[in-house]
């Protein structure tokens, strides 16, 4: 069975390589699972994050948001549940085109 693109990137971890035989999460870490957008469904390790940083979220580098290669995705913890960082648009990366 071949498995869509939502199955592949399910679990899997962020920055994780693609080749990666176990890309899913690390015992010991602390993950952020990452809800809607480009990077709906994968886990973002915060291990060590200060508290101000995980109150402030991420602008996440990715290939596959609306301004392509050189684009981030900006995700945030949610008031009331901060294991999962919503999804609050994409940013153009330099060199990037706005479209």
Known sequence: ???GMDEL???R???ADH???DPGP???HVYAELVAGP???L???VTGWTPEHLREGAALATEIGRFGAGGKALYGPRADDP???DWAGDLPGPGTVRG
Do not use: I, N, S
């Open 1 to 3: 069975m071949l498995l």
């Open 13 to 15: 971890v962020y920055g």
């Open 43 to 45: 886990l973002l390790d």
């Open 9 to 11: 990137m399910r679990g």
């Open 39 to 41: 990077l709906d469904g």
């Open 19 to 21: 080749d990666d035989p």
């Open 26 to 28: 690390r015992p010991g």
């Open 83 to 85: 294991k999962r960082w």
